[in-house]
């Protein structure tokens, strides 16, 4: 790629201006979006099957009304986070077709089965907290149509984030053993929270090109740390306990110091080994393979049109 073309894209990223789908990109920056876009979308789609698994059993129609409503959200999220991807020049049967061979990921943690009630207060506070801990700061991302849609999508997380504190806070709240049961959700999803940040920073293939050209605004550790120090407070206050005995607040620091999780889990469980992803991408599979009628029904119908229109 031409230096000079490099280096007045640079500098628009580098002055804040936003690169839209027409402007030239060089093809690593285009490429990256693509990836992190799309990657993302698929969290959003794959991230309905843990919670929806929860709709049938909830336990009031408030609660019923709430989490369809919230599933709903991430359904919506990624159809805009898919249109954003298209702009960069791929389509979303690609994307789709990409997802279900495993040529493409989505976020680790919705490879996690949700066993009991507590675990949709669990994935609505500690997911969802950690997703938006991610997507705030990308509102400012470069890539214009990303960054558009950052911003609705962050305030219906922030929404999801609330609705699953307020489950934490009546389970937490309850009986011995409900309370018991808040305590084991928080357990199991600690650590696979934090990995939604990705790997260390040292560990990091993509970070310090996406963060210059600004499709990153901050580093994975940076945004783990961020997360554990809003997070650890909150826990405090349902009464429960941080699975994590090294947890320390570092006066030095103005942070916790904890425990990482365990790399070697997270790369099982993003190379497919984890505990739901066969099952994950066999749901996502008989989904695409149940609505192949309607999409074909639909291309006769506009083929049939077509033709009528030539006529
Ligand atoms: N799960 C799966 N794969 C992950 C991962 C995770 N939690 N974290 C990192 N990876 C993968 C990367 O994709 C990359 O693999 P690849 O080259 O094959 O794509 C590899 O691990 C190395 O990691 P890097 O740190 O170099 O990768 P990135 O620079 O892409 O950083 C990221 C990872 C921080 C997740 C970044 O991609 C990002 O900010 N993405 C946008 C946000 C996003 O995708 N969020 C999904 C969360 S879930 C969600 O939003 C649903 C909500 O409703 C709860």
Not at 284 to 294: H, I, Y
Request: proline share 5%; aromatic share 10%; with cysteine.
């Amino acid at each position: 790629e031409d230096p000079e073309r490099l280096a007045a894209f640079q500098a628009r990223i580098d002055a804040g201006e936003k690169i839209e789908p027409k402007d030239w990109m060089p093809a690593g920056y285009r490429k990256t979006l693509i990836r992190q876009i799309g990657q993302h979308a698929h969290s959003e789609i794959v991230g309905q099957l843990p919670e929806g698994n929860w709709i049938t059993r909830a336990p009031t129609l408030e609660r019923k009304a709430i989490l369809l409503a919230k599933v709903q959200d991430e359904a919506g999220h990624g159809l805009y986070l898919y249109c954003a991807a298209e702009t960069l020049g791929v389509s979303r049967d690609e994307m789709t077709e990409m997802l279900l061979d495993g040529r493409m990921k989505y976020s680790s943690i919705f490879n996690y089965p949700t066993l009991t009630w507590a675990d949709m207060g669990a994935v609505g506070w500690l997911v969802d907290g950690a997703a938006i801990m991610n997507q705030v700061p990308l509102q400012r991302t470069s890539f214009g149509p990303y960054a558009r849609a950052m911003i609705r999508v962050c305030k219906e997380e922030s929404f999801h984030q609330r609705q699953g504190y307020d489950i934490m806070m009546k389970v937490a709240q309850g009986t011995p053993a409900q309370k018991a049961m808040a305590q084991n959700a928080l357990n199991r999803l600690w650590y696979p929270s934090l990995m939604m940040f990705g790997p260390s920073d040292k560990d990091s293939v993509h970070s310090a090109q996406s963060m210059a050209w600004k499709i990153k605004m901050n580093t994975n550790d940076e945004l783990r740390q961020k997360f554990v120090d809003q997070t650890v407070p909150q826990a405090e206050y349902l009464g429960l306990s941080v699975p994590d005995e090294t947890l320390k607040w570092d006066d030095q620091k103005g942070g916790y110091d904890f425990a990482e999780p365990d790399w070697e889990e997270f790369h099982q469980v993003i190379q497919g080994n984890g505990p739901c992803n066969t099952e994950r991408l066999a749901a996502r599979n008989k989904a695409w393979d149940d609505g192949k009628w309607v999409r074909d029904g639909l291309l006769a119908h506009a083929e049939k049109r077509k033709l009528r229109k030539v006529a």
